[in-house]
């Protein structure tokens, strides 16, 4: 069992910029031993822990957590892929054991054609030639510009983060569904089932989401879906139990096999833990 995505933070580092100082559930901060009992709970015995500021100092912080908890397989950070010189940094966090990718905040940056920019494509190469992974984050306006993306560059070993954050809440399932279904179809992509319960409105319900699940799971097929977590952040709509068991529940139709691929073996397979 295999948790693919979750955060450990420090507010008080003061990188994370995008962060309400004063929000009463993400402004505080999360350490292994608030999430070990429940990784405990449900027989989690690794997870991926990923990035939540963009600077290479949280991503050290990260290894360092990292390097002192068991359960923590694999390190997803960032580097500015404004700054070729942050190669450097690249072929550096490459030699730790627990080091495994990056994520640029494209859902934050105000141009959604950033990732299109001549001067960026240096990372994605980057990446490829260091044979890292690459965490795709963004919402479903972005979608036209990843398929560009991933079709040029096929070899990038990508997930796709959040099922690309389908806003549930908006019940845009038409806005989002085609360009699922492309990326599924014309790239090796992976996907992450996980932060769609933060999409939904408030007082959701398992049959709000299920259209959603099933979409991608019928498109990516087990083999390249891994389930995540997105703790602390799922708790803005729901306990980390309570998205695990929705997550069971949307689940349930598939064999063994199946699941077992969705809850750690594609998690394994992707990230090489």
Request: charged share 25%; glycine share 6%; hydrophobic share 40%.
């Amino acid at each position: 069992m295999i948790d693919a995505h979750q955060h450990y933070w420090n507010p008080a580092r003061s990188d994370y910029f995008w962060m309400p100082p004063d929000h009463p559930i993400l402004a505080k901060p999360y350490r292994p031993q608030d999430l070990e009992p429940l990784l405990n709970r449900h027989g989690i015995e690794r997870t991926v822990l990923v990035q939540a500021a963009d600077t290479v100092n949280e991503t050290e912080y990260m290894l360092g957590i990292a390097d002192v908890t068991d359960s923590v397989a694999g390190v997803v950070g960032w580097v500015d892929f404004e700054r070729p010189g942050d190669r450097e940094h690249l072929e550096r966090l490459a030699k730790h054991p627990k080091f495994r990718g990056v994520r640029p905040m494209i859902q934050d940056i105000p141009d959604d054609d950033w990732m299109l920019r001549e001067d960026v494509q240096w990372g994605y190469r980057a990446l490829i030639e260091l044979d890292l992974t690459f965490d795709a984050l963004g919402f479903p306006r972005h979608l036209k510009n990843f398929h560009t993306i991933l079709t040029r560059y096929p070899e990038m070993r990508t997930v796709i983060d959040h099922c690309m954050k389908p806003q549930i809440r908006d019940l845009a399932f038409d806005d989002w569904a085609p360009g699922m279904a492309a990326l599924a179809k014309d790239t090796g992509a992976y996907l992450k089932f996980s932060g769609i319960v933060t999409e939904a409105a408030n007082g959701w319900t398992v049959e709000d989401l299920k259209p959603y699940a099933d979409h991608v799971i019928s498109c990516f097929g087990p083999t390249r879906v891994m389930w995540g977590s997105d703790w602390p952040v799922c708790q803005l709509q729901a306990t980390y139990d309570r998205w695990r068991e929705v997550a069971l529940e949307l689940t349930d139709h598939l064999n063994a096999e199946e699941k077992a691929r969705i809850f750690g073996g594609t998690a394994e397979e992707f990230y090489r833990l």
